[in-house]
Nanobody, 124 residues
Framework: VQLQASGGGLVQAGGSLRLSCTAP????????IGWFRQAPGKEREGVSC????????YYADFVKGRFTISRDNANYTVYLQMNDLNPEDTALYYC??????????????????WGQGTQVTVSS
Protein backbone atom coordinates (compact mmCIF):
# COMPACT_ATOMS: atom_id res chain seq x y z
CA VAL A 1 0.00 0.00 0.00
CA GLN A 2 1.23 3.49 -0.85
CA LEU A 3 -0.68 6.47 0.33
CA GLN A 4 -1.18 9.22 -2.21
CA ALA A 5 -0.80 12.86 -1.27
CA SER A 6 -2.07 15.60 -3.56
CA GLY A 7 -2.99 19.27 -3.54
CA GLY A 8 0.40 20.90 -3.27
CA GLY A 9 1.50 23.87 -5.30
CA LEU A 10 3.08 27.29 -5.31
CA VAL A 11 1.52 29.91 -3.07
CA GLN A 12 2.52 33.29 -1.70
CA ALA A 13 3.24 33.82 1.96
CA GLY A 14 -0.01 34.17 3.88
CA GLY A 15 -1.85 31.97 1.42
CA SER A 16 -3.60 28.64 1.88
CA LEU A 17 -3.58 25.15 0.44
CA ARG A 18 -5.53 22.00 1.19
CA LEU A 19 -3.75 18.69 0.84
CA SER A 20 -5.57 15.39 0.35
CA CYS A 21 -4.49 11.87 1.27
CA THR A 22 -6.01 8.74 -0.21
CA ALA A 23 -5.07 5.07 -0.44
CA PRO A 24 -5.95 3.96 -3.98
CA UNK A 25 -7.54 0.54 -3.90
CA UNK A 26 -7.93 0.65 -0.13
CA UNK A 27 -10.16 2.29 2.37
CA UNK A 28 -8.44 4.08 5.19
CA UNK A 29 -11.24 4.60 7.69
CA UNK A 30 -9.65 2.14 10.16
CA UNK A 31 -6.17 3.66 10.00
CA UNK A 32 -4.56 6.51 11.77
CA ILE A 33 -3.15 8.96 9.23
CA GLY A 34 -0.31 11.40 9.56
CA TRP A 35 1.03 14.27 7.51
CA PHE A 36 4.78 14.68 7.39
CA ARG A 37 7.12 16.95 5.50
CA GLN A 38 10.71 16.96 4.37
CA ALA A 39 12.61 20.04 3.29
CA PRO A 40 15.87 19.77 1.34
CA GLY A 41 18.71 18.75 3.60
CA LYS A 42 16.42 18.08 6.54
CA GLU A 43 14.87 14.99 8.03
CA ARG A 44 11.23 14.11 7.61
CA GLU A 45 9.19 15.58 10.43
CA GLY A 46 5.69 15.06 11.73
CA VAL A 47 3.24 17.85 11.00
CA SER A 48 -0.12 16.50 12.13
CA CYS A 49 -1.65 13.11 12.86
CA UNK A 50 -5.16 11.84 13.52
CA UNK A 51 -6.55 8.57 14.80
CA UNK A 52 -9.13 6.63 12.81
CA UNK A 53 -12.18 8.00 14.63
CA UNK A 54 -10.75 11.43 15.46
CA UNK A 55 -10.28 10.47 19.10
CA UNK A 56 -6.82 11.96 19.03
CA UNK A 57 -5.13 14.61 16.96
CA TYR A 58 -1.60 15.92 17.13
CA TYR A 59 -0.12 19.12 15.76
CA ALA A 60 3.52 20.09 15.74
CA ASP A 61 4.14 23.37 17.53
CA PHE A 62 5.19 25.08 14.31
CA VAL A 63 1.74 24.57 12.72
CA LYS A 64 -0.59 24.99 15.67
CA GLY A 65 -3.28 27.50 14.91
CA ARG A 66 -2.51 27.45 11.18
CA PHE A 67 -3.07 23.87 9.99
CA THR A 68 -6.10 21.63 10.53
CA ILE A 69 -6.27 17.91 9.92
CA SER A 70 -9.62 16.33 9.14
CA ARG A 71 -10.93 13.13 7.70
CA ASP A 72 -13.86 12.20 5.54
CA ASN A 73 -14.13 8.50 6.16
CA ALA A 74 -17.14 8.19 3.87
CA ASN A 75 -14.91 9.27 0.99
CA TYR A 76 -11.72 7.65 2.31
CA THR A 77 -9.82 10.92 2.35
CA VAL A 78 -7.81 12.77 4.98
CA TYR A 79 -7.17 16.48 4.52
CA LEU A 80 -4.63 18.95 5.76
CA GLN A 81 -5.89 22.51 5.55
CA MET A 82 -2.91 24.84 5.64
CA ASN A 83 -3.49 28.54 6.29
CA ASP A 84 -1.15 31.46 6.78
CA LEU A 85 1.66 29.66 5.01
CA ASN A 86 5.20 30.98 5.25
CA PRO A 87 8.40 30.17 3.35
CA GLU A 88 9.54 27.85 6.16
CA ASP A 89 6.61 25.58 5.26
CA THR A 90 8.19 24.84 1.88
CA ALA A 91 8.74 21.09 1.70
CA LEU A 92 7.65 17.83 0.15
CA TYR A 93 4.58 16.75 2.07
CA TYR A 94 3.75 13.09 2.58
CA CYS A 95 0.94 11.21 4.23
CA UNK A 96 1.49 7.94 5.99
CA UNK A 97 -0.24 5.47 8.23
CA UNK A 98 0.51 3.13 11.11
CA UNK A 99 -1.96 0.64 9.66
CA UNK A 100 -3.72 0.76 13.01
CA UNK A 101 -6.58 2.88 14.36
CA UNK A 102 -4.33 4.66 16.84
CA UNK A 103 -0.83 6.07 16.88
CA UNK A 104 1.62 6.16 19.78
CA UNK A 105 3.44 9.17 18.40
CA UNK A 106 3.35 11.38 15.32
CA UNK A 107 6.72 10.14 14.23
CA UNK A 108 8.16 8.68 11.06
CA UNK A 109 9.43 5.77 13.14
CA UNK A 110 5.86 4.49 13.55
CA UNK A 111 4.22 5.81 10.39
CA UNK A 112 5.02 4.48 6.95
CA UNK A 113 3.59 3.37 3.65
CA TRP A 114 4.69 6.62 2.09
CA GLY A 115 3.80 7.58 -1.44
CA GLN A 116 5.62 10.11 -3.60
CA GLY A 117 4.43 13.16 -1.72
CA THR A 118 3.25 16.53 -2.97
CA GLN A 119 5.42 19.63 -3.20
CA VAL A 120 4.43 22.76 -1.32
CA THR A 121 6.36 25.90 -2.17
CA VAL A 122 5.71 29.18 -0.39
CA SER A 123 7.20 32.33 -1.85
CA SER A 124 7.97 35.41 0.23
Amino acid sequence: VQLQASGGGLVQAGGSLRLSCTAPGFTLENWSIGWFRQAPGKEREGVSCVSSRNERTYYADFVKGRFTISRDNANYTVYLQMNDLNPEDTALYYCGTTGQPVFPACSNTVFGWWGQGTQVTVSS
